[in-house]
């Protein structure tokens, strides 16, 4: 079985240029996350999808970030214009239905803004 | 809040050594735990979870780690420390749907 693929996985870009990322979960999986990890830190949810639908995006950056997952399957996080302060790694996991399931997380896309 | 506290931030081990990586959380009702691990350049891997039931719950890699809920504590140990366990280690808490990790483990292994 395939797992989450990310994509790109580096991407360095200067200050006030846009960039996105992309997601494809593992098949069957409806609930969709997109997490920030800082250097040294854990991961800090950005946003939750359940099927195509945002269920918790509270604390996802509205100003300069978005999300979407058109058709509940890949998802797309988008940062337009990022700052220096959005450098970081990017992850994406996704799981099934249930209380008891875990949550299976892709490479991550390293992000450095210059 | 959920909070989780991994007081940690790098530790160094010998090879064959025993290791135990403390977690302490702060959760408002019964805590759903999670050990994760990330080695470099690598997603999140689930290492064991404790929904319930034994307080002391087996992992995969021969990983164990125990609930206390006197202590708020869900410590990872290992008995022998093999040089591929060297990694980043991360304690979770809620429900698996949201959860919260801590700032992690470095985990160092010495020859």
């Known amino acids: 079985e395939a797992g989450v693929v990310q994509s790109p996985r580096y991407k360095i870009i200067e200050k006030k240029q846009p960039v996105a990322f992309w997601c494809n979960p593992i098949s069957g999986h409806n609930t969709l996350y997109w997490y920030r990890q800082n250097l040294g830190q854990g991961p800090e949810l950005l946003i939750r999808?359940?099927?195509?639908?945002?269920?918790?995006d509270s604390q996802l950056p509205k100003d300069r970030f978005s999300a979407e997952r058109l058709k509940g399957v890949d998802s797309t996080l988008k940062i337009q214009p990022a700052e220096l302060g959005d450098s970081a790694v990017y992850l994406c996991?996704?799981?099934?239905?249930?209380?008891?399931?875990?949550?299976?997380f892709g490479p991550g896309t390293r992000l450095t803004v210059l | 809040a959920q909070s989780v506290t991994q007081p940690d931030i790098h530790i160094t081990v010998s090879e064959g050594a025993s290791l135990e990586l403390r977690c302490n959380y702060s959760?408002?009702?019964?805590?759903?735990l999670f050990w994760y691990v990330q080695s470099p350049g690598q997603g999140l891997q689930l290492l064991l979870k404790?929904?319930?039931?034994?307080?002391l719950v087996q992992g995969i890699k021969g990983f164990e780690a125990e609930f206390k809920r006197s202590q708020s504590s869900f410590n990872l140990r290992k008995p022998s420390v093999h040089w591929s366990d060297a990694a980043e280690y991360f304690c979770?808490?809620?429900?698996?749907?949201?959860?919260?990790f801590g700032a992690g483990t470095r985990l160092t292994v010495k020859p």
């Open positions: 999808y359940e099927n195509e639908e945002a269920v918790d």
């Open positions: 959760y408002g009702a019964t805590p759903y």
């Open positions: 404790y929904f319930s039931g034994d307080t």
């Open positions: 996991a996704s799981r099934t239905s249930g209380l008891y399931n875990e949550q299976f």
């Open positions: 979770a808490v809620g429900a698996s749907i949201d959860m919260r």
